[in-house]
């Protein structure tokens, strides 16, 4: 299974951007990077998610580098609202489809 | 589009009840995934359902718990006989695809789960 590695804990400052790490170095060809939150203990919210190409939506921008083995999650201006742990899931058919949370980032936004 | 909708929110339980947590689906989804949060751990995978059949129950302890989603009505996961290591948050996801490599570009959606408490 293609796993991933990410920072414990980050702070940002708020209006200012967030960049979360993820490294995922043993990902297959055929294998999405998603990205989820979880705002104390609610369900996880979908953010974004990626196979090759940079992603933006109205929440979040993705960046993959070329060779897939990292990317980054960028939330350009972090609000306290998105205080949270933050999951980098690479999925495809190594997991059967399913989203395999590990221990995530807990990203603290500070004013 | 209303979301996935789990019930109850909370549900407390005394040592050897059973408790049944309900999901209802997105509209238009007819896969629904159930994931388990003990206390300040992570997220594991129990179960996967289509409409009528289990198709990867991986994650699912081998005794007291079961899941099912009918043809009409929402999933239901079924613990029996509960212990005190069963309290968590219980959270369902639906998907309007089956699983498999063209819907991996499809992402799940979570409801906002159910904290089973067992006294």
């Known amino acids: 299974d293609a796993k991933t590695t990410q920072p414990t804990s980050m702070d940002c400052a708020e209006g200012r951007a967030a960049n979360l790490p993820c490294n995922h170095s043993?990902?297959?060809?055929?294998?999405?990077v998603y990205w989820y939150r979880q705002i104390h203990s609610q369900g996880p919210q979908y953010i974004i998610h990626?196979?090759?190409n940079n992603e933006t939506n109205e929440m979040a921008s993705l960046i993959i580098t070329e060779d897939r083995k990292s990317s980054t999650l960028i939330l350009p201006h972090a609000t306290l609202r998105d205080t949270a742990v933050y999951y980098c899931?690479?999925?495809?058919?190594?997991?059967?489809?399913?989203?395999?949370f590990g221990q995530g980032t807990e990203l603290s936004v500070k004013p | 589009n209303a979301g996935v909708m789990q019930n109850p929110r909370h549900l407390v339980r005394r040592r050897g009840q059973e408790a049944r947590l309900r999901c209802s689906p997105m509209?238009?989804?007819?896969?629904v995934y159930w994931y388990r949060q003990l206390p300040e751990e992570g997220l594991k995978f129990m179960v996967y359902?289509?409409?009528?059949?289990?198709?990867?129950e991986s994650g699912m302890p081998k005794e007291r718990f079961s899941a099912e989603f009918p043809k009409e009505g929402p999933s239901i996961l079924r613990i029996q006989q509960v212990v005190r290591g069963d309290s968590a948050a219980y959270f369902c996801?639906?998907?309007?695809?089956?699983?498999?490599?063209?819907?991996?570009?499809?992402?799940?959606?979570f409801g906002n789960g159910t904290r089973l408490t067992v006294t």
């Open positions: 996801a639906s998907s309007p695809l089956p699983q498999r490599e063209s819907s991996y570009n499809s992402p799940l959606h």
């Open positions: 043993t990902i297959s060809g055929n294998e999405y």
């Open positions: 990626g196979l090759k």
């Open positions: 899931i690479v999925r495809g058919y190594n997991q059967g489809g399913k989203l395999i």
């Open positions: 509209k238009g989804h007819s896969h």
């Open positions: 359902l289509q409409k009528e059949n289990i198709i990867d």
